[in-house]
Nanobody, 122 residues
Framework: QVQLVESGGGLVQPGGSLRLSCAAS????????MGWYRQAPGELRELVAA???????NYADSVKGRFTISRDNGENTVYLQMNSLKPEDTAVYYC????????????????WGQGTQVTVSS
């Protein structure tokens, strides 16, 4: 089994910054991709940013230029640096990982963290 543990959420004023972290642990051979999704009340869960093992990145248009995703492959950890935060960024942020099992190299599995609340308000 694989566990994803998120940290770094909280309350911040508009224009402020937060850094989210997500650490993956468990029966991991490798991680093909990690990313961050978010979901606001009454809204669908949406991709915020993702990064592959080859360090290719993808961002939602709404966060381009403000958010940066990075990855520490040795620690199986992904980060999301969020700058110039807006009230519209308020949501629960979920870590996601596509993992190759250490018990079956041919198998991949998708895991989700429990989510961390980000609130942007004055």
């Amino acid at each position: 089994q694989v566990q994803l543990v998120e940290s770094g959420g909280g309350l911040v004023q508009p224009g402020g910054s937060l850094r989210l972290s997500c650490a993956a642990s468990g029966s991991i051979a490798s991680i093909n991709a990690m990313g961050w999704y978010r979901q606001a009340p009454g809204e669908l869960r949406e991709l915020v940013a993702a990064i592959t093992s080859g360090e290719s990145t993808n961002y939602a248009d709404s966060v381009k230029g403000r958010f940066t995703i990075s990855r520490d492959n040795g620690e199986n950890t992904v980060y999301l640096q969020m700058n110039s935060l807006k009230p519209e960024d308020t949501a629960v942020y979920y870590c996601n990982a596509v993992v190759v099992s250490s018990y079956d190299i041919t198998a991949t599995y998708e895991y989700w963290g429990q989510g961390t609340q980000v609130t942007v308000s004055s």
